[in-house]
């Protein structure tokens, strides 16, 4: 199943998230991370770069200007410019996500040290270490094979907001700016 590229319903991506308890504070923040994945589209890397300073909740939009890696041992994480220039970018989020990521503002901001450059998507009292690209990868097994949904891997849930995005009329230009890539191809 390595190359071949699955995709997820809304349900089944509502089913999936149901899993998480939001009552919960680190339940919520993984919830919210594979909210944001699925109604934006974003790589993983933007993902786990995102600080609370990329959120503009006035205008309802993320600021895309950075990617994390953590690939190479022992240089821990690393801050680079997204894939291409086209990938810098704003794009807008729906109500629902906007308000999990305020939510995960309100939790954070009460904490000791806060600081808008924080990682959103960061480890217990780990601010600056974002998630684990493992712990992405296990938790999302561990929900799947516990619902019994189709695998899909994590690259797919860009695939997936993708396909909603062009099942609901949205024109491929259009899409493909929000995705961030540099050609329509």
Wanted: contains cysteine; hydrophobic residues 35%.
């Amino acid at each position: 199943d390595s190359k071949q590229s699955n995709i997820w319903t809304i349900d089944e991506f509502n089913s999936f998230i149901s899993f998480f308890d939001l009552s919960d504070t680190e339940e919520h923040r993984w919830a919210t991370f594979y909210t944001v994945a699925f109604w934006t589209g974003m790589r993983r890397g933007e993902l786990l770069a995102l600080t609370f300073n990329d959120i503009d909740i006035i205008n309802k939009q993320l600021s895309i200007t950075k990617s994390v890696t953590q690939k190479r041992t022992g240089l821990g994480v690393q801050i680079k410019s997204p894939k291409t220039r086209s990938s810098i970018r704003k794009i807008s989020v729906d109500n629902k996500t906007l308000d999990m990521l305020q939510n995960e503002y309100d939790l954070r901001s009460k904490e000791m040290g806060f600081n808008s450059d924080q990682f959103v998507f960061c480890r217990t009292n780990q601010p600056y270490v974002p998630f684990s690209d493992t712990t992405i990868e296990t938790k999302k097994r561990l929900v799947i094979k516990k619902l019994k949904l189709k695998y899909i891997r994590f690259h797919d849930f860009r695939h997936s907001h993708a396909s909603i995005l062009i099942g609901n009329g949205v024109d491929i230009v259009s899409v493909s700016a929000r995705l961030g890539h540099s050609s329509v191809d």
